[in-house]
């Protein structure tokens, strides 16, 4: 099962435990699988190398004082945090006990999924309808996106993101719900085990996640969008 490595953005496997533009500088949220390109380690759309630099910056943009409505946004990425945090802890001590399902450890993985359906789950939402397409017009505008015959930006990667998180949500619910409901242990042991790891990787790249659309995606909206534009898209978003 590969995992993603919070020092360098990479999947791992787990052992135990137009040309001068800003994206292309860095690239932190690039495809990097354009024909021709060649690495010594795999790479995916989801493993650009170190996706977790903190040095990144968008140039041309003060990134300490964001518009209100994308500070809201980031101000909601900080509550999943939270919550991926507390769910970490309870996946990580489920696993370590043996996989037994205690009343604390159920209580905390219903907590975690109920705030995925109601709060992750509508937060992508209001992107996907109020901020995205208009961003994702003024990236291709600006020279922000990939060379392929159909150009890509990096909105088309955070859009990506939202399905892998309801697949990896529902996947995980439901391999917890399956597994004691298998007479076989050896079943509902592997079972359990796919449900853990599987949760680990939706944990791992919805902090991925956040972190590009943080240090990335919302600097550029800020840079390429009108006051008016961020305007209506505020009015836009405390409508839903």
């Given at each position: ?53 903190e ?10 004082n ?12 900080k509550e ?44 992508n ?31 088309d ?12 949500a ?43 659309e ?27």
């Open positions: 099962m590969k995992i993603i490595d919070r020092n360098t953005g990479k999947r791992v496997m787990e052992s135990g435990k137009g040309e001068n533009n800003d994206l292309k500088k860095t690239d932190p949220i690039t495809r990097l699988v354009e024909k021709g390109i060649e690495a010594e380690t795999e790479t995916s759309p989801m493993d650009p190398p170190e996706a977790y630099d040095n990144y910056t968008v140039s041309d943009v003060d990134t300490k964001f518009q209100q409505n994308l500070q809201s946004l980031i101000n909601e990425h999943v945090t939270v919550e991926l945090e507390k769910f970490e802890s309870s996946l990580i001590s489920f696993r370590e006990g043996g996989f037994q399902m205690t009343q604390e450890i159920s209580d905390s993985f219903s907590s975690f999924f109920d705030f995925f359906d109601n709060h992750i789950v509508v937060h939402r209001k992107e996907e309808r109020h901020l995205f397409p208009i961003l994702h017009q003024r990236m291709i505008d600006s020279g922000e996106h990939s060379k392929e015959p159909i150009p890509k930006t990096a909105v990667l955070m859009e990506d993101d939202h399905i892998k998180f309801i697949q990896l529902t996947l995980t619910m439901n391999l917890l719900g399956l597994a004691y409901r298998l007479p076989d242990k050896n079943s509902r042991a592997l079972t359990l085990d796919l449900a853990y790891h599987n949760g680990i990787e939706l944990i791992e790249l919805l902090r991925l996640h956040i972190f590009r943080d240090k990335t995606l919302f600097p550029l909206a800020q840079k390429l969008l009108s006051p008016e534009e961020l305007d209506l898209i505020g009015e836009n978003l405390n409508n839903e």
